[in-house]
C-alpha cells in the first residue's frame, strides 16, 4: 500500500542519518476503502493526490508543534512509502492509516517538499491550524494560502543534496 506520510525537515534530517523513518504515533494516509467511499467520483491519482493532501496538511500540524518553527526552513514534507503492514483507522478520518513499525529508506518512493517561496505562508498556516481545525473561516483561508503552493517531488536517492540545497 502507499502511504503519505506527514514529516518536517528535522524528520527528514533524522532519515538521512538513520535510515529509517518512524512516522509519529505511526499515522499516515492512504487510499483506503472509506477515502474512497467519501468521494463521488474520482480516479485512484485523484483520490492518492488527496491522501497526500491530507498528509501536508498533518505537516503543518508538526510544524506548528515545534518550539519554534522560524528556526527551521518551515516547509511542509510529505513522504510516499510502499509498506504491507499498514493498519486501517476509519474511526481517525478516512485516509488514515496506522504504521506497525518503522520505514526503511528502500520504501520510500518519493519525498515532497514545499519550495522556498512558500515558507511565508507554510509558516502563517502553521501558526493557524489549531484555529482551522476548529471552524475559523479565516484561519482556513490561511491554510488555502499554503495550500495553494504545490509540493515538489524529489526520490528517495535525492535526499541528502535537497537537504544540503536547504
Known sequence: MRVYLPATIDMLRDLNTSGEFRARSGTGFAL?????ESYASGSDEELEYAALLDAARASLRLISATEKPEDLPPRRVVI??????ATLRPDLDYAVVRLNGPVSLAQIAAIHVDASE??????????????????????????????????????AQELPFLLELL
Open 118 to 155: 512558500a515558507e511565508p505562508a507554510v509558516l502563517d498556516a502553521a501558526r493557524a491550524i489549531d484555529a482551522a481545525d476548529l471552524g475559523d473561516p479565516d484561519a482556513e483561508f490561511i491554510l488555502g494560502e499554503a495550500e495553494d503552493h504545490e509540493l515538489a517531488w524529489y526520490a
Open 80 to 85: 510516499s512509502a510502499d509498506v504491507d503492514d
Open 32 to 36: 483506503t476503502p472509506a477515502l474512497r
